[in-house]
């Protein structure tokens, strides 16, 4: 019978054992993955200062030191445009590395990791049974876009984005950058180049899926439309389903939460995931280990209670905020703005990129543009 059992090794799982053990040393936590790490996930790779942050609260800190800072940021649609400096640097780390530091962080202090691919799991009275022969006390679902935890708890799916990824050397015109252009269409399309630092960017385009799925030519050809040459010596081209948060986001009580991806957590303006899975992980583990402390079988509540403290007028102002920007004339007055103003580039970075909200002098300078 183990403590926790965390399906899904990632960021927001690696981060769910920190959390626990963090809080009870003495806890038995066991991740299971379907890979060997390190390996391969299709993201961004940008990594926000309050990612680490939050991690510094459970001691572990200096992961990506050996990696180069990127303090710029640039937006354009088509010719309206903002290039400054961020408040704080963000990272560009591949998973390959990061998922790695992470996982082994969860496992200095004291997680078990195996490899595992994961079928289902099936609830009792007072545990947890994990394909039929691991018995757990507290789960946590950190599986990813396509959750097997999710499905078995009957949470349904919310929109869902489409996004191809993929490496390529850095142009000189965007080295030290992150950059994100958006499309001239639907929104939220844009395509984006962010570079690690080390003579190669992550480059790649996702949209929103509505009617039809779009074919991998079709986001190849995206990108390189709105970024020139971006596909140029391209290499490890990966497509991915980034399930987008909406509105509101209840976690169930009871004995098993969600983190991540898995609860449908990407942010629906930018495609960012990293900051939630970090947070919700951390979060669900304590939840986890006050439980344990309390004897008690429900770690969901004191987890919805955290998670909404945290995220819920963040989530909301995502979403308010992803609907106004379909319209082009917001999306281009949002821009101008923070082309015009430091202080708005900023708010518009925390929103897209941590736990930001519309702030006064943003939705100002949306009426007023």
Known sequence: ????????????????????????????????????????????????????????????????????????????????????????????????????????????????????????????????????????????????????????????????????????????????????????????SYAWSFDRGDGWSNVGYGEQLTTGRPTRADLLANLEALLPGATDGGKSWWGHHLPLSTWFWHPQPGPVMLAGDAAGLINPMTGEGIYYAVATGLLAGRAVAEALHKDSTDAGTSYRRQTNRLLGKHLRHTALTAQLTRSGRILDAGIRAAAADQAIFDDLVELGLADGLITRRLLRALVSS
């Open 1 to 188: 019978m183990w403590d926790l059992v965390v399906i899904g090794a990632g960021p927001a799982g690696a981060s769910a054992a920190l959390g626990a053990l963090a809080v009870d040393p003495t806890l038995s936590v066991l991740m299971l993955d379907r890979h060997d790490f390190p390996r391969d996930k299709a993201c961004g790779d940008g990594i926000a200062p309050h990612v680490f942050d939050l991690l510094a609260e459970v001691g572990v800190t200096g992961i990506v030191d050996d990696w180069t800072p990127v303090r710029r940021f640039a937006l354009t649609r088509g010719e309206v445009g903002v290039d400054r400096d961020m408040a704080r640097p963000n990272w560009v780390v591949p998973r390959t590395v990061f998922d790695q530091r992470l996982a082994d962080a969860a496992q200095a202090a004291g997680a078990d990791l195996i490899r595992r691919r994961i079928r289902g799991i099936q609830l009792a009275k007072r545990s947890i049974t994990v394909d039929g022969d691991l018995e757990a006390r507290f789960v946590v679902g950190a599986d990813g876009a396509h959750s097997v935890v999710r499905r078995d708890l009957g949470v349904k799916a919310g929109p869902v984005a489409l996004a191809i990824r993929g490496y390529a050397p850095t142009p000189p015109g965007r080295a030290a950058s992150q950059v994100v252009a958006y499309g001239p269409g639907r929104q939220p």
